[in-house]
Nanobody
Framework: EVQLAESGGGLVHPGGSLRLSCQASGLSFDDYAIAWFRQAPGKEREEVSC????????KYAEFVKGRFTVSKDNYKNTAYLQMNNLEPEDTAVYYC?????????????????WGQGTQVTVSS
């Protein structure tokens, strides 16, 4: 059974940083694309980034503006989202998701795997 568990969210001041983790079990990063999404109150869930399977490249949303960086530790089966220079507009619940293709995640494949989300709040 595939399971994803996010952690690392919290309250941070504008301009601050957070690193989110996505601990995966039951899958191999060689076979799955890993994406980060976020959903702010009253808004649609939006893609933050997606990294293709194996040594796939990463595509970031325009709003990231070079502030966020993803990485993976295949030994720990954990993906990370490093977020720097956070803005109040980044406040949202952040989710990691896994599917065989980024395209499938973007099209909300019902068979995709999702974590439970972690809250990020950026406020002074």
């Amino acid at each position: 059974e595939v399971q994803l568990a996010e952690s690392g969210g919290g309250l941070v001041h504008p301009g601050g940083s957070l690193r989110l983790s996505c601990q995966a079990s039951g899958l191999s990063f060689d076979d799955y694309a890993i994406a980060w999404f976020r959903q702010a109150p009253g808004k649609e869930r939006e893609e933050v980034s997606c990294t293709g399977s194996s040594h796939g490249s990463t595509k970031y949303a325009e709003f990231v503006k070079g502030r966020f960086t993803v990485s993976k530790d295949n030994y720990k089966n954990t993906a990370y989202l490093q977020m720097n220079n956070l803005e109040p507009e980044d406040t949202a619940v952040y989710y990691c998701a896994a599917d065989h293709l980024c395209l499938a995640l973007r099209h909300r494949n019902p068979d995709a795997h999702w974590g439970q989300g972690t809250q990020v709040t950026v406020s002074s």
